[in-house]
């Protein structure tokens, strides 16, 4: 039942802020959509519904915007009353969001498995739509294993599940999810269709998250095949986009992105002004994969500005890093820069994917 507060002014009805602060979020508004949502728990009482909901689109709004500590315990809160309301499909929904907060912070294993258990589940309730999202989280968790196969399989499923739905949104986010792993498998020319395909979607959809990930994702996919101009005006069409919705991790990895170009074109105060700030909100959203991308780059930094011992110290500290968290293709990255300084360095800075 719906709980109804009043105050001297007017009469809110905290399902009715739920709702709003929903349609911000649908928005791409997600650090509007935060306070609404917190007000809705203060206000939600006894209604355990409500503070189910309200937890769950928290959960996935912090996760937005690279609070994933927030978000996880945003969703175990939401786990805890799906279990105490009998609500198995809630219970799913919060365990889900968990895997996908934790496959950010670096625990790819625990989001596995937890996904491959939410997957059953949805399966046997014959949630179509739960299973392609969940499809698609599993490729992403992959994708943060690097294992490329088996996110190419994923995502692909998961492509033909939305198809089948109808979900054009859906259909759009697993598009990026190829078009990145297309761009780290080598292919940079189907990277390239995938995230045109998508950018159009979302266009669409006026999807601003959808957007910038897109030109985000075609900003890479340029640089890898030499076209820096045109690299160079899709990271600022993805930085303007990420800024208006307040998405620190994916500007982060944009600035990462467009620091590396920066440094293979000369560019080197730019790009180190861009690897500074990237590594301040990887640190403050506690992204592993993200800072172990920065002392790459500074570890080549280093090394062509004489610094070799500093150089190696980094690399080797990066490397050990990604082993510890089962970074697949951060230990290759890891393993390609080292090689070549090892060499000379004559080849460095190198162009990562």
């Not at 959203?285 to 070799?308: A, H």
């Amino acid at each position: 039942m719906k709980k109804i507060i009043k105050t001297t002014t007017t009469i809110i009805d905290p399902w009715t802020l739920y709702e709003s602060a929903l349609d911000k979020k649908d928005d791409s508004k997600f650090l509007e959509a935060v306070p609404l949502l917190q007000e809705s728990l203060a206000m939600a009482g006894r209604d355990a519904e409500l503070r189910l909901a309200a937890n769950i689109a928290l959960g996935d709004t912090f996760r937005m915007v690279g609070d994933f500590v927030g978000a996880c315990a945003s969703y175990k809160k939401g786990q805890k009353l799906a279990i105490r309301l009998k609500d198995t499909e809630g219970a799913s929904d919060a365990e889900v969001g968990w895997a996908l907060s934790r496959r950010a912070l670096g625990y790819h294993g625990d989001a596995i498995k937890i996904l491959n258990g939410a997957l059953r589940t949805y399966r046997a309730e014959g949630d179509r739509t739960a299973v392609a999202f969940t499809t698609w989280a599993r490729a992403g968790a992959y994708r943060i294993k690097g294992d490329i196969k088996k996110t190419i399989t994923g995502f692909g499923e998961s492509k033909e599940l939305f198809t089948r739905l109808k979900d054009r949104s859906g259909l759009g986010y697993s598009l990026t999810g190829l078009g990145g792993a297309s761009r780290v498998e080598g292919d940079y020319k189907a990277s390239l269709k995938y995230y045109r395909c998508a950018n159009k979607l979302f266009t669409e959809l006026d999807d601003t998250f959808g957007v910038a990930y897109s030109y985000c994702g075609l900003a890479n996919a340029r640089r890898m095949l030499g076209d820096y101009k045109e690299s160079a005006e899709f990271f600022k069409k993805a930085t303007r986009n990420y800024r208006k919705i307040g998405d620190r991790v994916s500007y982060a990895y944009t600035l990462w992105g467009e620091g590396t170009l920066l440094h293979i074109t000369g560019k080197k105060k730019r790009a180190m002004k861009d690897f500074e700030e990237a590594r301040a909100l990887f640190t403050e959203t506690r992204d592993v994969r993200g800072l172990i991308y920065i002392e790459i780059s500074f570890s080549q930094m280093d090394f062509m500005e004489g610094r070799e011992g500093a150089a190696m110290k980094r690399i080797k500290g990066a490397l050990k890093k990604a082993e510890k968290y089962g970074l697949g293709l951060e230990i290759r990255y890891c393993k390609m820069v080292l090689k070549e300084m090892n060499r000379g360095g004559a080849a460095l800075p190198l162009n990562l994917a």
